[in-house]
């Protein structure tokens, strides 16, 4: 698999995929409130599921599980370690 | 708390400015990072067999959010509760009620014994004794059998699996998912769900959840949905069926506040309150079994008594005044009656009458009360029956010329009218805001008005009452 | 009679309240923290004879103040300055839980880390050292079970050791990129002698660097209010309520 040179962002992954962050393009309270979770530089995020409606989408950080909406995780950049090809 | 006080120290100003120059934005995220970075490190040392296989609780959550099951199972629990509380409710509300009238009897052989003035047994036994005690029999058993079964929710992790699932709804709306727990919450007592509504962080979306708060019907409300429900649309059905069918109705008066909480949110989040949504991050935290007993015993003991406290309370003064009111005269008239004549032409334009109106407005401190007002204040002589027969209710009801109609407006109207004045307390305390106040009293009333206005005339116009 | 004051500090979700429950049993009561819409929940036990009080901080992420349960669990610590200070972490996601325990290292020295919930863990598969964390941090370190009474009395004779001075402890105090400490020590400096000497210098200066201006605020309205500061032969002032 090829490592991808642009970051792309938490919400283009899919189930199963890991996720290495790069940086966070939120500012303010949200951004703290990102950072205390766990969703911190070089963390590794998993996606567990998608809520039935679409969005909300789970994942796991640090041991814990947090959803996030597209809004927020599509601010999220990273590179996509290993993907899932289903 | 928050000090008005500016920074007037010189030493202060200056270290404060020096400080602006080395403090800069990325500083708060080096430090989370590098406490992060040393937590990691930690762990490594520390923690051993750290296999990241797929845990129970991932298993649960994909039922409980599962795309087909997620929202069935919600609506089955919700039905399973009132189910519950509805079945398990009738009995021990029987019970406490021959209790109290037995008490009552014995009281008013005491008074007479001790030749007590007539209006003395009046306020206090009729009144007082009278009012309280319904109020205790009606609201108790619900109340100890719906908040444990609540809490072994809670303590187990469920809710936060609806705060996930509706979320895409709040957010069309223009709120936050988390406004579902809070009005979960609103199934005990909206006055406690308002204080719980600070889970929601941002200013705006805390707003929302706190204006239709009320649309969730509270502790104080059910027994008047579910009397009059059971005593005017189950009519066809008995026993566990009419049980069944009466949880249905309440189902539907649930969804009905759910829609009219979404629809409220996504006007005034387009209109007064509007904005980004902002500020999401929701934790699912892992399914734990809750100490079952410990669970129910604390609930029962701290929720139940709390709230029972609080209405008897708002109850006691309230059954002495509405004695009072209904046997002091003006003319020939109770001051009661003149105040339920004067309103009649507005109950009847909205499908009820002017005892229904009184008995709201007078049950504005709870909504517990609305019923026992009403049930005083039709009686001429001023005091409450005995409420063991429900079929003697319905018959005073009825002389009083209820039909279906009268039945369903007051349901809609109990849902939608503003909120108890402890709600509207703890609202003002929240939101410091006389203006928001307000209008969390003035929605909910405008919307009960509109929709049963529309009702009373399209069931007139139509010719079905 | 000594009342030992105990503040409960933690995540959200890690077993606080359970904790707080098995400790206090229904000797408690709860009402809103002073001027905030925060619920305050205090309760009391006994323990070899000794009084504690227990307050039950509100479960929050972090102590930076992002919200107001963060804003009071952070003030109570360092201006109400209990006798000692639980931290309950989740054994089942130590990395994030230790976040929040190595900020309330900076702030306080009289702290036990209570790690909770550790059949689960267990179950799962997960061991903890809990002889190597605590000297990794230097404060006490108690593995218990809430839910199963497990631990308890273990955590409650640490606490009794602790409150009575008979363990000193040797908090980690995290340490920061090159650039950061520099400038703590700058600022630091220029704090010295201005706030009490009980308010642990390094964390307010790293809290202004911050950006937390308020905190001074707090700070400096503290000073001038002599009530927080009487309390002689380790009596402490009476909990606000």
């Not at chain 1, 911190?40 to 959803?67: F, M, Q, W």
């Not at chain 2, 007592?189 to 600070?198: E, G």
């Not at chain 2, 106040?437 to 009702?455: C, E, K, N, Q, R």
């Not at chain 3, 950061?180 to 642990?200: C, N, Q, R, W």
Request: with cysteine; charged share 20%.
């Amino acid at each position: 698999m090829l490592m991808e040179k642009t970051l792309k962002p938490l919400s283009e992954c899919s189930f199963g995929d890991c996720f290495l962050i790069k940086e966070i393009n939120i500012k303010g309270p949200l951004r703290r409130r990102l950072l205390d979770l766990g969703f911190v530089k070089e963390a590794e995020i998993s996606v567990l599921r998608k809520s039935p409606l679409g969005d909300p989408v789970a994942y796991r950080v640090s041991n814990t599980t947090i959803a996030l909406r597209h809004d927020e995780s599509s601010m999220i950049l990273g590179e996509i370690v290993r993907g899932n090809t289903k | 708390m928050e000090s008005q006080s500016v920074l007037n120290h010189s030493v202060l100003k200056g270290i404060l400015a020096e400080v602006n120059e080395v403090s800069n934005e990325d500083i708060r995220d080096e430090i989370v990072s590098d406490i992060y970075t040393k937590s990691k490190s930690l762990c490594k040392k520390v923690v051993s067999q750290q296999h990241s296989a797929m845990y129970r609780s991932d298993k649960l959550d994909e039922i409980f959010t599962s795309r087909i099951w997620g929202f069935p199972i919600m609506l089955i629990m919700l039905g399973a509760i009132f189910y519950i509380t509805i079945a398990g409710a009738n009995v021990p509300s029987d019970m406490i009620a021959s209790l109290f009238g037995y008490l009552e009897g014995k009281l008013t052989i005491l008074f007479e014994t001790m030749h007590a003035p007539e209006w003395l047994h009046g306020i206090l036994v009729l009144g007082l004794f009278r009012g309280t005690g319904w109020v205790i029999s009606v609201m108790l058993p619900p109340m100890a059998i719906f908040f444990p079964i609540f809490a072994l929710l809670e303590n187990y992790g469920y809710l936060p699996r609806v705060a996930f699932n509706m979320d895409r709804l709040f957010k069309r709306a223009g709120g936050h998912g988390k406004q579902s727990l809070t009005m979960a919450m609103g199934f005990g007592c909206n006055a406690a769900a308002i204080l719980s509504t600070r889970i929601i962080e941002s200013p705006r979306e805390r707003m929302l959840a706190i204006l239709t708060n009320n649309f969730v019907p509270c502790n104080g409300r059910w027994p008047t949905l579910i009397l009059l429900a059971s005593l005017f649309m189950v009519t066809g059905f008995s026993g566990a069926t009419g049980t069944l069918v009466t949880a249905g109705i309440l189902i539907g008066f649930v969804m009905l506040g759910v829609v009219v909480t979404l629809s409220v949110s996504w006007i005034l989040s387009k209109t007064a309150l509007k904005g980004v949504p902002t500020h999401y991050t929701l934790e699912l935290p892992p399914f734990r079994k809750p100490k079952f007993w410990n669970t129910i015993l604390r609930a029962s003991l701290d929720k139940a008594w709390y709230v029972l406290k609080r209405a008897v309370i708002v109850a006691a003064p309230a059954s002495i005044l509405t004695w009072v009111f209904a046997n002091i005269y003006v003319g020939d008239t109770s001051i009661l009656m003149h105040f339920v004549n004067f309103l009649d032409p507005f109950g009847q334009a909205l499908g009820m009458d002017g005892f229904i109106m009184a008995a709201f407005i007078l049950g504005l401190p709870a909504n517990e009360i609305v019923i026992p007002i009403l049930i005083m204040a039709y009686l001429s002589q001023g005091a409450m029956l005995e409420i063991e027969d429900l079929s003697k209710l319905k018959q005073v009801f009825i002389d009083q010329g209820w039909t279906w109609l009268t039945a369903l407006n007051m349901m809609l109207f109990s849902l939608l009218h503003f909120p108890c004045g402890t709600t509207l307390v703890n609202i003002y305390k929240e939101t410091k805001s006389p203006k928001w106040t307000f209008m969390s009293f003035l929605i909910p009333t405008v919307i009960a008005i509109g929709v049963t206005w529309l009702t009373a005339t399209v069931a007139r116009a139509f010719g079905w009452v | 009679m000594r009342v030992n004051r105990i503040a409960l500090a933690g995540n959200p979700n890690t077993g606080k309240s359970t904790l707080f429950n098995t400790l206090t049993g229904l000797k408690q009561h709860t009402g809103n923290w002073p001027g905030k819409t925060v619920v305050h929940a205090e309760g009391s036990f006994e323990h070899k004879g000794e009084q504690y009080i227990l307050v039950d901080l509100p479960g929050t992420y972090s102590l930076f103040s992002n919200s107001a349960d963060e804003e009071v669990a952070r003030d109570y610590i360092i201006f109400d300055q209990p006798d000692a200070t639980i931290v309950v972490l989740d054994a089942t996601s130590l990395e994030r839980n230790l976040n929040l325990a190595l900020q309330v290292l900076e702030m306080t020295n009289n702290v036990i880390i209570c790690i909770n919930l550790i059949d689960e863990a267990e179950k799962k598969g997960i061991r903890i050292d809990e002889k190597r964390l605590a000297r990794e941090l230097g404060v006490p370190v108690v593995k218990i079970s809430a839910r199963n009474k497990k631990g308890i009395n273990r955590l409650l004779d640490t606490l009794s050791q602790l409150v009575k001075g008979q363990i000193v402890t040797t908090p980690y105090r995290m340490k920061y990129s090159k650039e950061i400490e520099e400038a703590i020590t700058k600022v630091e400096s220029k704090l010295e002698g201005y706030f009490d000497e009980k308010y642990p210098s390094r964390w307010v200066a790293l809290r202004l660097l911050d950006g937390d201006e308020e905190l001074i605020l707090k700070l400096q309205n503290h000073k001038n209010n002599k009530q927080h500061e009487v309390r002689t032969n380790g009596v402490p002032v009476s909990v606000k309520s």
